[in-house]
């Protein structure tokens, strides 16, 4: 579509974005025209659009419960085996 989204600098939504096609700026003043040409002219022709799917945050939260310490085996509220979109209720 040829547009670049611009935002402000925040935790943790500057890390969710990092490796989009997103510009990041601390200040509003940082939006010139030279700054979003040099970040066109840098942007990636092929970005990795993975971050904005289910499945990659799914396997992020898989990650980080396997890696808590004891390891949790489900997310509270949700029963072992997911979350049911038929139902709208965790199975």
Do not use: F
Not at 28 to 51: F, G, H, I, L, T
């Amino acid at each position: 579509m040829g547009a670049i989204p611009v935002v402000r600098r925040s935790d943790p939504n500057s890390a969710v974005v990092e490796g989009l096609p997103v510009v990041i700026v601390d200040d509003w003043a940082q939006v010139r025209p030279d700054r979003m040409a040099d970040e066109a002219a840098r942007r990636d022709p092929s970005p990795d659009y993975s971050r904005l799917t289910l499945a990659y945050w799914q396997a992020q939260i898989n990650v980080a419960m396997q890696a808590a310490d004891p390891p949790v085996s489900h997310c509270v509220g949700v029963k072992p085996g997911g979350y049911d979109r038929g139902t709208n209720e965790s199975q």
